[in-house]
């Protein structure tokens, strides 16, 4: 505790203040402890489970369960993936070629899709290369390839 005192009216002066050692304040004695006792703790207020927390061991039984239902589980992913998806078949590249030149600025995916829109971009492109023996995507402007068309 603070005691807040005015010398002067203007002035503040902080001053601490000790307690008082009567017995105000403080928690009442306990009853002593004989010497040699073993201390007396309280408790914590925290409940505890009382059962018996041991590992169990695992049966091969439950092993050999724990198996099949995992080779189940598996077989059935596996039909899921194989059956369960929506069967499409891709639309495929076109079987009939031309010459066509390249445009400024233009890419082989631009190619592409200019001349086969219905046909995958991907497949085209691989295609217009194998035919061209091209190593790369980079192809200069203007350049005439053999494409299929469709």
């Known amino acids: 505790m603070t ?6 009216p203007t002035d503040l002066v902080l001053r601490p203040v000790r307690p008082t050692r009567s017995g105000a304040g403080r928690r009442p004695a306990a009853t002593q402890r004989p010497a040699g006792a073993p201390l007396h703790y309280r408790s914590s207020g925290v409940l505890m489970s009382r059962a018996s927390h041991r590992r169990r ?33 891709p639309t495929p590249v076109p079987g009939r070629l031309a010459v066509v030149q390249l445009q400024m600025g233009e890419s082989l995916e631009q190619l592409a899709q200019r001349v086969s829109p219905d046909a995958p971009v991907a497949s085209v492109v691989d ?24």
């Open 127 to 150: 295609q217009i290369r194998d035919l061209n023996e091209l190593d790369t995507l980079a192809v200069d402007a203007g350049r005439t390839l053999i494409a299929p068309v469709g």
């Open 3 to 8: 005691i807040i005192t005015r010398e002067n």
């Open 57 to 89: 061991p695992v049966t091969p039984l439950a092993t050999v369960l724990l198996a099949l239902v995992a080779a189940g589980i598996t077989v059935w992913l596996g039909l899921m993936a194989q059956l369960g998806g929506k069967a499409e078949t």
